[in-house]
């Protein structure tokens, strides 16, 4: 979503994005005129008239689970967004009973909290799972 | 989900989807701008906004998603480079 109107994200989308990804962007690219959802996400940067670069990610419930705002220059990294969906998803699979620890992706060991794990999380995990 | 939008010559509108509450305001009164930060845990505000989707213009309501997973990403502008 950006305040562009959807024909300039047509034009976006047909002479340049179609050209990286094959068919073009596949998702609806959203036009928020003015800022008004902008705003209403916390994101809109009033003095450029321009979205931040805000991500959020929001469960079946609607309900906000994460976010993260970047300023223009900096981009995002994919594959960061889609493992926390990974791990919200696991989190609401388990109902709660797991959570992922930091560098918890796919395959890797999950915690389960509870007054067994309290002052045991240094049997459980190791430092250097946090980086890999 | 998204339904198809036809492609005139006016901008389309959009924007917050309001809770529905009766309440009156005095004319005096000046709306305040809502800005404030959003949190994790609460519910992500409800929006329409028109769009663009492989090969139509589409009109989409955020909660019209309810039951699916969202990502909800704002950039810069189009043609912008990162």
Known sequence: MSVDSMFV?????DDELSKMVKGGVPFAMLSDAGGKIGKLYGIFDEAAGIETRGRFIIDP???????????????????????????????????????????????????????????????????????? | MAEEASAGCTRPGGGPVAEETAVEEAPTITRKEETAMIRVGQKAPDFTA?????????NVRLYEYLGKWVLLCFYPGDFTFV
């Open chain 1, 9 to 13: 994200h047509k034009m976006w989308d």
């Open chain 2, 50 to 58: 028109s769009g663009y989707q492989q090969g139509k213009f589409v």
């Open chain 1, 61 to 132: 419930d609607g309900v906000i689970q994460g976010f993260e705002v970047l300023s223009p220059p900096v981009g995002r990294n994919v594959n960061e967004t889609i493992r926390q969906v990974q791990a919200f998803q696991l989190v609401r699979a388990t109902g709660g009973a797991e959570a992922t620890p930091s560098g918890w992706r796919p395959g890797k060991k999950t915690l389960k909290p509870g007054i067994n794990l309290v002052g045991k999380v240094w049997q459980e995990w190791k430092t250097e799972e946090a980086f890999d």
